[in-house]
């Protein structure tokens, strides 16, 4: 390529900036004659271009020097025997020459797993426990025994046979009518002792039924019917002896169950109101003045 | 000493390669090892358009760059490494100031160029480069090198 002459001179010279660019090629002999021989001239117009140029030959002189170097054989041959998979493998297992995303990951689960292992397997209650002990205060556990709530119905039947004898229940109240009004309860006395009941009450035993005046035992709940002449006795019978007790009375008279709605009272009892036996029969023993009989 | 038949075989250009860049005998040997298995992995991948040359500089330039972060100034070797033959009255000292105080990029083309005696179109090709930045690159670089051999050029 021929260099333009503009100029009046006739020719163009080459500025020492471009000068400078085109110093390693004219070192190393890759310019046309034009181009040489502009740069040569650049350079003898330019101390520093000349300079330049002395470096740059200095700089590929020692390279060429450099490049002489060689592998030692034996180091090569150990380099080539040497099991690289495994160096390679036990570099790789570096952590600090993995990327920082991984060794920050790598970090956390470390810490992750060491935490967690703490957790676990250091016993923490007993350092817990040891401090509470270190304040002085006591922990105790106590087992509480529950009482058996569901009981076996013998067991239930027992119990309350057993309430019966030591604190009997008066729920059962029986009427008997006695054609005789001169019905005594001695008669009723003898029957009672045989059957091995007792008579709580004995101190009218003897007097006639019409004349025992028994009013304050009533409840006085129903006085148009003349309950003052009504006549209570209490008799305690065990349980066993129950049966025979009221079938021996069945025979004295009209034995009849209290209707407890109307205290006992059926209609006809109502209408006509005649001297009534009442016969309390207590089950088991009826205590008297803490006394039982 | 003349032109070795080992310099051409690309394990010793890999070492020289990895060592006058780092200037670290331990890092440059594991890169070189490295570069080796995957110079050799291309080569049967490619087969017949396999480039030699092309494929050291991109596997070398590749690995280097991995590399050139964990690179400490601190741990440079003082002493010639010890797996390599050195020229008689050879000094180092002016390569070693010269990675100090020049770019990666003038000091690699300068050593491919002018050490490793690689073409500039290869060069040019691996990088993807045009050749006048390649030689841009060289008249930096080769300035700044002769600069600092000037005073102590072939003396140990």
Same mark, same amino acid.
């Given at each position: ?90 570099? &790789? ?58 009981? &076996? ?66 409840? /006085? ?73 | ?66 590399? &050139? ?71 930096? /670089? ?15």
């Amino acid at each position: 390529m021929e260099l333009i002459p503009h100029l009046k001179k006739g020719k163009r010279t080459l500025s020492e900036f471009m000068a400078r660019e085109l110093l390693y090629d004219f070192a190393t002999q890759n310019l046309d004659p034009q181009r040489k021989q502009a740069v040569q001239e650049a350079i003898e117009n330019h101390p520093n271009l000349g300079k330049e140029l002395d470096d740059i030959l200095y700089g590929i002189t020692y390279c060429k020097h450099l490049s002489q170097t060689r592998t030692k054989d034996e180091m090569y041959q150990k380099m080539l025997n040497d099991p690289f998979t495994f160096r390679d493998a036990k570099k &790789s297992l570096n952590v600090r020459n993995w990327n920082a995303a991984y060794q920050w990951v790598a970090e956390t689960l470390f810490v992750s797993f060491v935490f967690v292992i703490i957790v676990l397997f250091v016993p923490w209650q007993k350092w817990v426990y040891k401090i509470i002990d270190a304040k002085k205060s006591d922990i105790s556990l106590t087992e509480m025994k529950k009482e058996k709530a569901f009981r &076996s119905v013998e067991e239930e039947n027992k119990i309350a046979i057993k309430n019966h004898i030591e604190e009997p229940n008066i729920d059962r109240k029986y009427h008997l009518k006695v054609a005789n009004p001169n019905y005594t309860i001695n008669k009723f006395q003898t029957i009672i002792n045989k059957m091995g009941a007792s008579l709580v009450d004995t101190g009218t035993a003897n007097q006639p039924l019409n004349q025992i005046d028994n009013s304050e035992n009533n409840d /006085g709940k129903d006085e148009k019917n003349d309950i003052s002449k009504e006549k209570i006795f209490v008799v305690s019978v065990p349980q066993n002896k129950l049966d025979p007790l009221i079938n021996e009375l069945k025979t004295h008279g009209e034995f009849s169950v209290i209707n407890m709605l109307n205290n006992g009272r059926s209609q006809g009892d109502l209408a006509e109101p005649k001297p009534i036996l009442t016969i309390q029969i207590v089950i088991g023993k009826m205590r008297v003045n803490g006394q039982a009989k | 000493m003349t032109k070795n038949e080992s310099l051409t075989q690309p394990f010793n250009k890999m070492v020289l390669y990895f060592y006058l860049a780092s200037l670290n005998e331990k890092q440059s040997v594991e890169n070189a090892m490295k570069a080796s298995v995957l110079f050799q992995k291309r080569q049967k991948d490619e087969k017949n358009k396999f480039d030699e040359e092309v494929a050291l500089i991109q596997i070398c330039n590749l690995l280097f760059n991995e590399s &050139s972060q964990s690179i400490n100034q601190k741990q440079l070797t003082i002493l010639n490494a010890s797996i390599f033959s050195w020229p008689d009255h050879l000094d180092l000292t002016p390569w070693r100031e010269f990675q100090k105080r020049s770019s990666a990029q003038e000091r690699l083309a300068v050593l491919w160029v002018h050490v490793l005696e690689i073409s500039i179109e290869k060069l040019a090709t691996s990088l993807n480069l045009s050749e006048g930045t390649i030689r841009y690159r060289l008249g930096k /670089g080769l300035a700044l090198l002769g600069q600092l051999n000037r005073p102590n050029w072939g003396v140990i």
